[in-house]
């Protein structure tokens, strides 16, 4: 079996991490697998290229350069003849719209991965436009079962083609002293050795919920007054937290 990825990135957050796990994934399985990268020209995304590279999956990279760009759909046209895939698996709402139309024209199946409930789904245009767009796949993957409800009643997905498949987390090999590492963590960020400590890491931006995450640590240290927040990540809210 062949399967040809598609996503359009900005960077490398949850979505495109999950891709560096399960293309490699698919590949050992014995399922011929290749990437396509929609960028924008001043986000080439060289580092994660490499990446993909670096575990033999063969990577081609077009420009996009602005939402609605009708070039595309002849183009991946093309490349899908080229490629031969048996299946396309679109990731985000720019790989589900242009991949869905190019694979209609070659009658490749498509499956779609809804990796969020972003809010711009639930408004027109694109609230239509992607009912439109579930009719034209073969199949749907969801990230939890929230997303899948939400693709159900806000995208109008037909619930018998999605099937809830939650991100894995890849084991690595090796024994690790959980109490070194530790104790040489909380002295990395000046915490004391024995207090509590709860953790955040996503991308800084309000989809995320870090306020419900800072409301609800309120509540914590009135009963644990010692306890620690610690928030991991980058994103449009990094300046306003700091």
Do not use: C
Request: cysteine-free.
């Amino acid at each position: 079996m062949r399967v040809t990825h598609l996503i359009k990135a900005v960077g490398i957050a949850g979505a495109e991490r999950h891709l560096l796990t399960l293309i490699p994934g698919l590949q050992a399985r014995g399922v011929e697998s290749d990437l396509i990268l929609l960028v924008e020209p001043e986000r080439m995304l060289d580092d994660y290229v490499h990446l993909m590279e670096a575990e033999g999956i063969p990577v081609e990279r077009r420009i996009i350069r602005r939402h609605l760009d009708p070039t595309l759909i002849p183009w991946l046209n093309g490349r899908l003849r080229q490629h031969k895939p048996d299946i396309l698996h679109t990731h985000l709402v720019h790989a589900d719209l242009y991949g869905t139309l190019a694979a209609q024209l070659t009658g490749v199946r498509v499956v779609t991965s809804r990796h969020n409930d972003d809010p711009f789904r639930t408004k027109a245009p694109f609230r239509q436009m992607l009912q439109f767009l579930w009719h034209q796949t073969s199949a749907g993957i969801a990230i939890s079962s929230a997303v899948a409800r939400f693709s159900i009643e806000v995208e109008g997905a037909p619930a018998d083609k999605i099937t809830t498949i939650h991100y894995g987390i890849v084991h690595r090999q090796g024994e690790v002293d959980k109490k070194a590492a530790r104790a040489e963590l909380r002295r990395e960020l000046n915490l004391p050795l024995n207090a509590p400590v709860i953790g955040i890491v996503s991308r800084l931006i309000a989809q995320k919920g870090i306020d419900d995450g800072l409301r609800a640590f309120k509540q914590v240290i009135e009963d644990f007054p010692d306890a620690h927040l610690v928030i991991a990540g980058d994103g449009a809210l990094r300046q306003v937290l700091e």
